[in-house]
């Protein structure tokens, strides 16, 4: 975008970049007549379906949800499709790093409760996420600085829109939709995903947070092809109790019940929220918000 003094739909000043991936870049904009900071994300529009287009009509048809981003508009300025939406906090992945990648049981028995909530409301409106993972999972900014969003859902499907090949019967589609870190078995194979495959993907999250490492990171391969391969198969071998070996029963108990679920089966949230919940009271936690970046930003402005 270089130095150019470029205004979307008259209103927001882009500022600076903030982030960027695959298919376009966020940046902070101001608007003009308040002064107040948004997110704008940009894609060329020599991108072809648009991704953002398809994140902007998801996200409408999620606007209301509590740790939705609202998004207030949709337009094409010059070569860029834009899409203006609320500018939120750090990701649970800069807060990773922040807190040298280290996180307590009670900071990630607090993010589940939330995480788990969103999922059942994006669910509820017939949406599968198909990217859950820490740098989707941002948190708000000010009064809602303890609020956790679940953003990026330019990979989002609906479910009804799943088309159905001739041989299985099953929706299918040709690769891996996600990131092979945190995607489910059924995203690397290349089967379209449901609600279960997004449980999964959050409880690999889980386990990311908690272990030293996942059982399939640093795995050695030749090129990207065959790690997505190495990767598919640790998941499909490794056992649930190999999988949480060291955690609570709980996280067992978690990946025993996703996996038990039929394609179509509407997974049971409440069951889910009160087997952590449960874990939480039984290690005498209280519910404060206060997680572990709070504590060490605390202790970092009191040495100052």
């Known amino acids: ?19 960027g991936g695959s298919f376009g870049a966020v940046y902070i904009a101001t608007d003009v007549d308040t002064g107040n900071e948004v997110a704008i994300k940009l894609e060329h529009i020599s991108i072809d379906p648009s991704f953002l287009e ?18 207030y ?3 094409t300025e010059c070569e860029y499709h834009a899409m203006v ?17 280290e996180f307590s049981l009670k900071t990630v028995l607090m993010l589940v409760d939330q995480l788990l909530r969103r999922l059942e409301y994006i669910h509820s409106r017939d949406v599968i996420h198909r990217d859950i993972k820490p740098e989707n999972c941002l948190l708000g900014t000010g009064k809602q600085g303890n609020l956790l969003y679940v953003t990026d859902l330019g990979l989002a499907t609906e479910r009804r829109d799943a088309p159905v090949t001739r041989e299985t019967g099953r ?21 379209v995903q449901n609600r279960c495959d997004d449980l999964e993907s959050l409880g ?8 030293p490492s996942l059982p399939w990171q640093g795995l050695k391969a030749e090129n990207h092809e065959q790690r997505e391969e190495l990767i598919l198969e640790k ?26 679920l039929g394609f179509d089966d509407k997974p ?11 874990l939480f009271v039984r290690k005498g936690f209280t519910y404060d918000h206060v997680f572990d970046w709070t504590v060490l930003k605390y202790l970092q402005a009191t040495k100052q």
């Open 204 to 211: 690999y999250m889980l386990l990311y947070f908690l272990r």
């Open 268 to 278: 049971k949230y409440s069951y889910l929220r009160k087997l952590f919940r449960d």
């Open 54 to 71: 398809r994140e902007a009509d998801v996200y409408q048809s999620l606007s209301g949800g509590t740790g939705i981003p609202r998004v």
């Open 171 to 191: 929706p299918q589609l040709p690769k891996l939709i996600g990131t092979a870190r945190f995607a489910s078995v059924n995203g690397h194979l290349g089967e």
């Open 1 to 19: 975008m270089g130095n150019l003094d470029l205004r979307v739909a008259g209103k927001w000043r882009l500022q600076r970049k903030i982030g």
């Open 85 to 101: 939406f609320d500018l939120l906090g750090p990701s649970l992945e800069d807060l990773f790093n922040f807190c040298s990648r």
């Open 73 to 75: 508009a949709y337009t």
């Open 235 to 260: 998941k499909k071998t490794i056992t649930v109790e190999d999988l949480c070996e060291g955690l609570p029963q709980e996280f067992a108990a978690y990946f025993h019940y996703i996996r038990s």
